[in-house]
């Protein structure tokens, strides 16, 4: 069974920098594209940064040239380093994997929580 477990949310002031980071554990053949997501309240759901297996990258408009995603492919974890942080950036943020395993698919971790204050 494949799970993803999420950390590095909090509070930080309008201007701080968080890193978030998601871990995969399981028995998996391989990672393909991982993604982070966010939600804020009343919010859709939206789709913040998304790296792939050979590296490259793409981020939402609204987070370019302060959010960095990158992946450990040897410890199976993601990141996403938050910098130049706004109030509009509160959400709960979401990280995904599209794994070959047992059972293949896309995996979402369970959620956690971004808040900055302004």
């Known amino acids: 069974q494949v799970q993803l477990v999420e950390s590095g949310g909090g509070l930080v002031q309008a201007g701080g920098s968080l890193r978030l980071s998601c871990a995969l554990s399981?028995?998996?053949?391989?990672?393909?594209?991982m993604r982070w997501y966010r939600q804020a309240p009343g919010k859709q759901r939206e789709l913040v940064a998304g790296i792939t297996s050979g590296g490259s990258t793409n981020y939402a408009d609204s987070v370019k040239g302060r959010f960095t995603i990158s992946r450990d492919n040897t410890k199976n974890t993601v990141y996403l380093q938050m910098n130049s942080l706004k109030s509009e950036d509160t959400a709960v943020y979401y990280c995904?994997?599209?794994?070959?395993?047992?059972?293949?698919?896309?995996?979402w971790g369970q959620g956690t929580q971004v808040t900055v204050s302004s």
């Open positions: 399981g028995t998996i053949r391989r990672i393909n594209d």
């Open positions: 995904v994997a599209e794994v070959v395993a047992g059972v293949s698919g896309d995996y």
